[in-house]
């Protein structure tokens, strides 16, 4: 064995953490950390912190083997900060990188005191909502984990209860009778909700930092389980498992923040979003059978494009994505678009060359609005590259403002990155 060095990264909390992981030839780990409580400061923060444990070890850049990230769930922008700065020093230095759920995190830090109990981790979500995850103990490996429930959101006093619900489908497969060991920092953001109840233990209540997180991911590191830095994406989670009386008296199947427009290809379009015969242009739901006419357009107008695999990772996530047609169902444009709980996330926009300047992207735009309306919410991001003087002109027409930076988001040539401008705009 050789010596490894790997980074993590976790911003999806209210603070951030940058830790290393130097593993020696006989497999002995030591990690430093540096914590950042400035929550406006995620990224600004995130490479120097990176420079001083590097400095402290002795090491370079280009003495990092791989990147553990926090995925998500959690805050929006955190979750975009560390999975941005993963892949652009996952790309600048040519190494792969590794997403942990900050759920299993979690219940990392809880294994230790969860001797045969199932772990639960909760962590707020805002709303009185909280991210849940359920784990335990494998059997054949007691120092690993397993999912029971993958990530998921629910309401923070039907947490307990559906525990419950789940109880007896549980103990048949396991053969016993099991307990519930809670742990996140929901305990702290909803106590009088989740704690104090019988029979149920407790563990830590805090968001897990990058010192787990690159912890979690040395046992991944031997496995091979890295992937490539395009490969990388932030985990919101949208699928609600519990309901409130009233969104179930309105029929709901979840929480309308939380959930996508039904939309796709072969159902029809609202009267406000498809072509009225004399148009000459419809906007209609991306599929699998788009993708190669949409990554074409994407490598001629981007500088860093996405690949087929992207986009398809992306459909298969339920991103609503959106073609614009003309009357030959010739595809001359796209948007591609995430719904989490509270903002929507402008990932791309893009028309072919020979048909921009005609109002297209315009009309993409405002199909992303509508429908980010139909969805609850009021707002949407998007980042840009500053030196895109065209699409940011584009936007500002649009009524997006800047908001702020984001040093390094994108990856450049030669292993520089350049900065993005972060821009929203509040839609009535």
């Keep these: 064995m050789t010596n490894i060095n790997l980074i993590g990264i976790e911003t999806s909390g209210s603070g951030s953490s940058v830790a290393l992981l130097c593993a020696n030839e006989q497999g002995n780990a030591r990690i430093t950390v540096r914590h950042n409580t400035l929550g406006q400061q995620h990224a600004e923060r995130l490479l120097p912190m990176l420079d001083e444990l590097l400095e402290e070890a002795g090491l370079q850049k280009n003495d990092i083997h791989g990147i553990a990230f926090g995925q998500g769930p959690g805050g929006f922008t955190g979750l975009r900060i560390a999975c941005g700065a993963a892949q652009g020093l996952g790309f600048g230095l040519g190494v792969p990188v590794y997403p942990v759920t900050s759920l299993r995190a979690t219940a990392e830090l809880a294994r230790a005191q969860a001797s045969g109990l199932y772990i639960v981790s909760v962590l707020d979500a805002r709303m009185n909502e909280v991210f849940m995850g359920v784990y335990r103990q494998d059997a054949n490996n007691p120092h690993q984990l397993e999912t029971v429930q993958g990530p998921c959101l629910i309401a923070a006093d039907q947490v307990l209860f559906w525990l419950e619900s789940q109880r007896p489908e549980w103990e048949r497969n396991a053969g016993r009778q099991i307990r519930f060991l809670l742990a996140g920092n929901a305990l702290a953001a909803y106590p009088d909700i989740l704690l104090g109840h019988e029979g149920i233990a407790y563990g830590p209540s805090e968001w897990a930092g990058a010192d787990t997180i690159v912890q979690l991911a040395l046992p991944a590191w031997h496995n091979k389980s890295f992937i490539q830095a395009d490969h990388a994406s932030p985990l919101y989670v949208r699928d609600k498992v519990a309901f ?9 199947g979840g929480n309308p923040k939380a959930s996508l427009p039904s939309v796709n290809s072969s159902q029809a379009l609202p009267e406000n979003s498809g072509r009225p015969p004399e148009d000459d242009y419809l906007v209609q739901a991306m599929n699998e059978g788009h993708i190669d006419a949409v990554v074409a357009i994407e490598q001629a107008v981007q500088e860093k494009p996405w690949t087929k695999g992207n986009f398809l990772d992306a459909l298969k996530a339920n991103y609503p994505g959106w073609v614009i047609t003309d009357r030959q169902n010739t595809i001359l444009g796209f948007a591609m678009q995430m719904l989490a709980p509270d903002v929507s996330h402008l990932l791309l926009i893009g028309v072919t060359p020979g048909f921009q300047g005609q109002g297209l992207g315009a009309r993409l735009l405002a199909f992303t609005e509508n429908r980010l309306k139909e969805a609850g919410l009021d707002l949407q991001v998007l980042e840009v590259r500053p030196s895109n003087r065209q699409a940011r002109a584009f936007y500002e027409r649009h009524h997006y403002v800047q908001i702020g930076m984001r040093k390094g988001y994108y990856s450049g040539n030669n292993g ?11 839609v009535a």
Excluded at 244 to 252: D, I, P, S, V, Y
Excluded at 416 to 426: I, N, T
Aim: charged content about 35%.
């Design 416 to 426: 520089e990155s350049e900065d993005a401008l972060v821009m929203q705009k509040h």
């Design 244 to 252: 409130t009386t009233q969104e179930r008296e309105q029929g709901a």
